[in-house]
């Protein structure tokens, strides 16, 4: 068990260490995805906690996709996930429709959550942008459905990126706003687990955006199922500055391209910073850039390799998904029935 995830769940006592997290399979997995969240799922998987690992589809229609592409990215991403060491043996991994409670609950905490609360959230401003009026409502009330996500199983650790954080902070709301409201103490207030190098990998075209699967320049992001040329092409081409590499961290303030290629290659290389800086200090971009190509082909082309031979036999990632949704339902379904006996619906029990 990680240290951060023991001594939570120590001053919880009520609730035992339980993981959630998940990815919309929305387009291609990219470094930020795989370092940020799937690196870390795998060794919360290997710590020995509970850990439930989902394709939230519902959150990915919050935006347009079309159908046919939709079916492909969930499995390829249920193929990234198990290429990149999640055992479905070991970690529950399922898609979010398949398990009906998620939505279900999602509509108590849209009646629970504040307009107010809503209205603060940065990822809709940045992702309506000025198209706020036509944007879904869906991308409006995805975080209430991510509560939901993560309550339904009565997770109490959530690994995600940085960016993730103020969604994480509004399902603490949520729990603790229901659990005032019905006298009861039924939801943890969740942790966030937001650790290690590369919690905010950034565009390789831009040191002040995040890689992300949306952005339109391709070279911008290293996707998983990018050949050993095209990740070598995109690591030379990604911007920096002039100046070389320092042997200290305080070298690296105000110089975001720089920061955060020698934060991928510490997260790539299980190494820290300080690390990294200590081998490499004194480096032009000329000679880290092919040390940094040659780590990153050797850590993503296996997993890339392994994907596509996954992808082979879609109907074996559709059982693991089916098997994954039903393990998963029987955790969620008498939390589900519990909380509708608590907010008084009949028929849910008392
Ligand atoms: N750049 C990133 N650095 C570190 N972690 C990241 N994550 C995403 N981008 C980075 C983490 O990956 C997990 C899944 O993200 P998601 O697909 O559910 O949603 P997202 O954060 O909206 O991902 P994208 O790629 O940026 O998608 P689009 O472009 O559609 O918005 C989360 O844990 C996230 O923190």
């Not at 046919?68 to 479905?88: M, W, Y």
């Not at 603790?176 to 937001?194: M, R």
């Not at 990632?317 to 393990?327: H, Q, V, W």
Request: hydrophobic share 40%; net charge negative.
């Amino acid at each position: 068990m990680t240290e951060a995830v023991q001594t939570q769940s120590q001053q919880e006592g009520k609730f035992a260490p339980r993981v959630f997290s998940g990815i919309q399979p929305s387009g291609d997995l990219h470094l930020g995805n795989y370092l940020g969240a799937i690196k870390r799922f795998v060794d919360m998987q290997n710590s020995g906690i509970e850990t439930i690992y989902c394709m939230v589809d519902l959150h990915a229609i919050t935006v347009w996709q079309d159908p046919a592409k939709l079916r492909r990215a969930t499995r390829e991403l249920c193929a990234g996930f198990i290429a990149s060491g999640l055992d479905p043996q070991k970690s529950i991994l399922f898609n979010q429709s398949q398990a009906p409670e998620h939505a279900q609950l999602g509509w108590i905490f849209n009646c629970v959550a504040r307009m107010g609360w809503m209205n603060r959230m940065t990822q809709f401003k940045d992702k309506a942008g000025k198209n706020r009026e036509k944007v879904s409502v869906g991308l409006f009330s995805y975080p209430t459905l991510m509560a939901a996500d993560i309550l339904i199983y009565h997770s109490t650790h959530v690994p995600v990126g940085e960016d993730q954080k103020q969604h994480l902070e509004l399902t603490r709301d949520i729990a603790a706003k229901f659990n005032h409201d019905y006298g009861v103490n039924f939801f943890p207030i969740t942790e966030p687990v937001i650790e290690g190098a590369a919690t905010r990998v950034m565009s390789l075209r831009d040191g002040s955006k995040k890689m992300s699967k949306s952005d339109p320049s391709d070279a911008s992001r290293l996707n998983m199922t990018d050949d050993a040329d095209t990740i070598a092409k995109k690591i030379r081409k990604a911007k920096t500055d002039p100046d070389g590499l320092p042997s200290e961290i305080a070298g690296l303030e105000d110089r975001p391209e720089a920061r955060n290629l020698v934060n991928i290659y510490a997260a790539l290389a299980d190494q820290s910073v300080e690390q990294v800086l200590a081998d490499v200090g004194g480096q032009q971009f000329g000679a880290f850039k092919p040390m940094l190509a040659e780590l990153a082909v050797a850590k993503l082309s296996p997993i890339s390799g392994e994907m596509s031979r996954l992808m082979q036999d879609e109907g074996e990632i559709d059982r693991i998904l089916a098997d994954g949704a039903m393990r998963a339902r029987a955790i969620a379904a008498p939390i589900l029935a519990k909380t509708y006996d608590i907010v008084g619906m009949v028929g849910a029990g008392s």
